[in-house]
């Protein structure tokens, strides 16, 4: 018998629409907390009420709060855990337990993209697969898991792509880990590394600016080095800023704020390519971090764990570049 944890923290999946207006919102208590474990009688459900709200309203600080349950959870024996949560902050979430704790046990996050009372709700059956998937051997060790539309993705690569389509959740690049079938669930690919870095706090302001052509110093320059603990960049292609925020940058590093660095693409890695004035391989030498493969809101979410976690200035630089 498997025991699996499971924390509700509200979203679509856990909301209804109001048949006279069509709005979509939480309800007086969780209709999730409604449905019973008649589906899968060898695994013992613990569940637990444990947020009520819109993902928009989810802070680090309800991250860290998880990871704590998590962590307390691992004490009393259990087995795995599923999070149902608001999709549109749910990949923030699912990294942020991935780098902390991904390691311990199965985490699987889920949600939905229709409420508990529309037509062709996904929300139930999305919630009954993140369990198979939590309870499954196969899902050990290979960090935090979102599983949605039959699909397993890695936390580290997912990302909500459609404002409503129930096959919102995709991995540019590299495409799902696993699939979840009407009998088994089935694994095809494995992260190559599984780093964690644990943090008993999660403070820090770390905005993320995309690039655009035609930018400036500007925008950068309103960003005052004393409010801010680091910097996350959307930059343009394999890696690089318009010539004319290079001034901002040199202020923002000049001032010990760590630069990271994403592209603005959907696919693919940035790194420091090309040496023309704003090129990639410029901005690495002057100590932009490069930040491989993961997308802006997880670089965010990756700094600020790493700004938690007393790291001298070398291991949090090599935190944030390592092969992901
Ligand atoms: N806005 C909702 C939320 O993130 C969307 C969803 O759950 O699908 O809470």
Redesign the pocket.
Known sequence: MKKILVLHT????AMAEDSETGAVSTKQSNPLLDVVNNFEQDIELIVEDFFYV???HITPGHMLALKKRIQEGVLEGIDGVVITH????LEETAYFLDITVGHLLPIVVT???RSSNEIGSDGLYNFLTAIRVAANEESVDKGALVVMNDEIHTARYVTKTHTTNVATFRTPTFGPIGLVNKHIVSFYQQLITNHTIDVTSINGQIPIVTAYAGMGSDILDLLTTSKIDGLVIEALGAGNLPPQTLPAIDNLIANNIPVVLVSRCFNGVAEGVYGYEGGGAQLEKKGVLFCNGLNSQKARIKLLVALNANLSKQELDDFMIEKV
């Open positions: 509200g979203g679509t999946i819109p993902s928009p608001g999709t549109d902050t949600g939905a993209m």
